[in-house]
């Protein structure tokens, strides 16, 4: 039972966008940043969002992040091929004193 | 550019220690604020953060696992090494080393390949 629970699966069209949620707690998300990840099968997770809200360079800018409360969200626009893939939220947990990982949300675009 | 590449063995007998190997490049384990992370991902589950290394020596372990693990860096080899005791069926998974930086928040920003660990006599 992973710590931060995220939908297993999310679907969309090409064009359309689509949200994952991801829902924790106040020794997590609500006081530690999350942090979004993408995996292809066979490979490593990619950097996708950082503290929230920020991406790396090379993340295009239809990709965000939000957090509110205990709450985060990886909003995903103008879906592309691309994009189906593994997706992951990650945080500290300061009651745990880990890092917790939601059990992923598998994108699949129709 | 920074990278990252895990070696070791890939399989593993049970009650066995597993000794990885995380060789990186692009940056040094002597610079105030970076840290090299373990983690490792079970067959279809979700990562699982095992351990932290900072520039200091300062060592975090995930305390589920804590009793088992030991990290250790050689900053001239660039190098860091994870050792986990008393291997199990259930420690099968991909192992994975990655980049970390505590300025700015960004977290585990950039991960190695992924080594596989089958565990099984």
């Known amino acids: 039972q992973a710590v931060l629970t995220q939908p297993p699966s999310a679907s969309g069209t090409p064009g359309q966008g689509v949200i994952i949620s991801c829902s924790g707690s106040?020794?997590?998300?609500?006081?530690?940043?999350v942090y979004w990840y993408k995996q292809f099968p066979g490979m490593a997770p990619k950097f996708l969002i950082y503290?929230?809200?920020q991406r790396p360079s090379g993340v295009p800018d239809r990709i965000s992040g939000s957090k509110s409360g205990t709450s985060a969200s990886l909003a995903i626009s103008g879906l592309r091929p691309e994009d189906e893939a593994d997706y992951y939220c990650?945080?500290?947990?300061?009651?745990?004193?880990?890092?917790?990982f939601g059990g992923g949300t598998k994108l699949t675009v129709l | 550019q920074i990278t990252l590449k895990e070696s070791g063995p890939t399989l593993v007998k049970p009650t066995q220690t597993l000794t990885l190997t995380c060789t990186f490049s692009?940056?040094?384990?002597?610079?105030?604020?970076?840290?090299v992370g373990w983690l490792r991902q079970p067959p279809g589950k979700a990562p699982e953060w095992l351990s932290l290394?900072?520039?200091?020596?300062?060592?975090r372990y995930s305390p589920s696992l804590k009793s088992r693990l030991t990290v250790t860096k050689d900053t001239s080899k660039n190098e860091v090494v994870l050792t986990m005791t008393n291997m199990a069926p259930v420690d099968t998974a991909t192992y994975y080393c990655?980049?970390?930086?505590?300025?700015?928040?960004?977290?585990?920003?950039?991960w190695g390949q992924g080594t596989k660990v089958t565990v099984s006599s």
């Open positions: 503290a929230n809200n």
């Open positions: 692009g940056f040094s384990l002597t610079t105030s604020g970076l840290a």
């Open positions: 290394i900072y520039w200091d020596d300062d060592k």
């Open positions: 990650t945080s500290w947990d300061d009651s745990l004193s880990t890092w917790v």
């Open positions: 990655a980049h970390y930086e505590t300025a700015d928040h960004t977290g585990f920003d950039i």
């Open positions: 106040r020794s997590n998300l609500g006081n530690r940043y």
